[in-house]
C-alpha cells in the first residue's frame, strides 16, 4: 500500500524559509515522477514543482529561483526547500506520486506566511 507522509510545515514570516519532507513507502521509488502540489482556500490544487527518477525537475512559474525540490532515491524521500516565502505561498502542500495512471496522495501539510 503507497503511503506518503509529509512534514516541515508551519507559520513562516514574509521573507522566511521553510523546508517541507516526504517520506514514500509501498511505491517503487525509483520510476515514480515525486511532486509537490499546493491547494490554498477558494482555489483549484496546483503543481509547485516536481522531480523525475533521474533528477529532472519541473517548477510552476510563481516557484522559479525561490523553491528547490530534490529526492533522494535511497531514502526514498523528497524535499522542498521554500525561499522567501510570500503571504501568496500560504497553502495546504501535498505530496505526490505519479506512475502510469496512478497518482498517490499525501496527507497535507499547511504552510502560512504571515507577519
Known amino acids: 500500500q503507497a503511503q506518503l507522509v509529509e512534514s516541515g510545515g508551519g507559520l513562516v514570516q514574509p521573507g522566511g524559509s521553510l523546508r517541507l519532507s516526504c517520506a514514500a513507502s509501498g511505491v517503487n521509488f525509483r520510476v515514480v515522477i515525486m511532486a509537490w502540489y499546493r491547494q490554498a482556500p477558494g482555489k483549484q490544487r496546483e503543481l509547485v514543482a516536481a522531480?523525475?527518477?533521474?533528477?529532472?525537475?519541473d517548477y510552476a512559474d510563481s516557484a522559479k529561483g525561490r523553491f528547490i525540490i530534490s529526492r533522494d532515491n535511497a531514502q526514498k524521500t523528497i524535499n522542498l526547500q521554500m525561499n522567501s516565502l510570500k503571504p501568496e505561498d500560504t497553502a495546504v502542500y501535498y505530496c505526490?506520486?505519479?506512475?502510469?495512471?496512478?497518482?498517490?496522495w499525501g496527507q497535507g501539510t499547511q504552510v502560512t506566511v504571515s507577519s
Open positions: 522531480v523525475t527518477s533521474d533528477g529532472k525537475t
Open positions: 505526490n506520486a505519479h506512475w502510469a495512471t496512478v497518482d498517490r
